[in-house]
Every structure is written in structure tokens, then in C-alpha cells.
Nanobody, 121 residues
Framework: QVQLAESGGGSVQAGGSLRLTCVAS????????MGWFRQAPEKVREWAAR???????YYDPSVKGRFVISEENDKNTVYLQMNSLKPEDTAMYYC???????????????WGQGTQVTVSS
């Protein structure tokens, strides 16, 4: 059974930083794609950042230059360092893992429970 354990969300003021961590257990495919979707109230779910094992990460243009995603493959762990946070980054952040970096969230079957990030102005 695949499980994703997320941690690191919270509330910060604009300009602050947070680091999200996601640890996957029970996942056996390799290589794999791992990353973070986010969903703000009344908005569609969107990729924040993702990385396919050993490849160049992808960032949504709205976070590029501020967020950094990194991985530890031997630990099935991915991190999202979020700097210079803005109020518009406020959302629930969900970790996913899958065989490919699908563009659609519907293609992922393994999800974390979500961690809330709130940025106040």
C-alpha cells in the first residue's frame, strides 16, 4: 500500500519561507515523478512543482525563482523549499507520486492528505 506523508505547512507573513516534506512508502516503480499540486479555495488544482527522477524540475511560472524542489531518491522523499512567499501562494498543497509526470492531476492515484500553506499580507 502506497502512503505519502506530508509535513511542513503553516502560516507565515508575506516574504517568509516554508519547507514542505513528502515521504513516500510502499511505492516500487522507478524512475518516478514526485511533486506538489496546490489548490486555493474556488480555484482549480495546479502543479506547483514536480521532478522526475534525475531530471530538471518543472515549476509553475508563478513560483519559478522562489520555490525549489529537490529529492532524495534513496529515501523516496521530496522537498519543496518555498521562499519569498506571497498571499497568492495560499493553498492546500498535495504531494503526489506516479510513474510519469502527468499534466493532469486526474492521472495520479497516490496522494498525500494535503498540508495547508497560508500567507498573510
Amino acid at each position: 500500500q502506497v502512503q505519502l506523508a506530508e509535513s511542513g505547512g503553516g502560516s507565515v507573513q508575506a516574504g517568509g519561507s516554508l519547507r514542505l516534506t513528502c515521504v513516500a512508502s510502499g511505492y516500487t516503480d522507478s524512475p518516478y515523478c514526485m511533486g506538489w499540486f496546490r489548490q486555493a479555495p474556488e480555484k482549480v488544482r495546479e502543479w506547483a512543482a514536480r521532478i522526475f527522477t534525475g531530471n530538471t524540475p518543472y515549476y509553475d511560472p508563478s513560483v519559478k525563482g522562489r520555490f525549489v524542489i529537490s529529492e532524495e531518491n534513496d529515501k523516496n522523499t521530496v522537498y519543496l523549499q518555498m521562499n519569498s512567499l506571497k498571499p497568492e501562494d495560499t493553498a492546500m498543497y498535495y504531494c503526489v507520486i506516479g510513474k510519469y509526470c502527468y499534466s493532469s492531476s486526474d492521472m495520479f492515484t497516490h496522494w498525500g492528505q494535503g498540508t495547508q500553506v497560508t500567507v498573510s499580507s
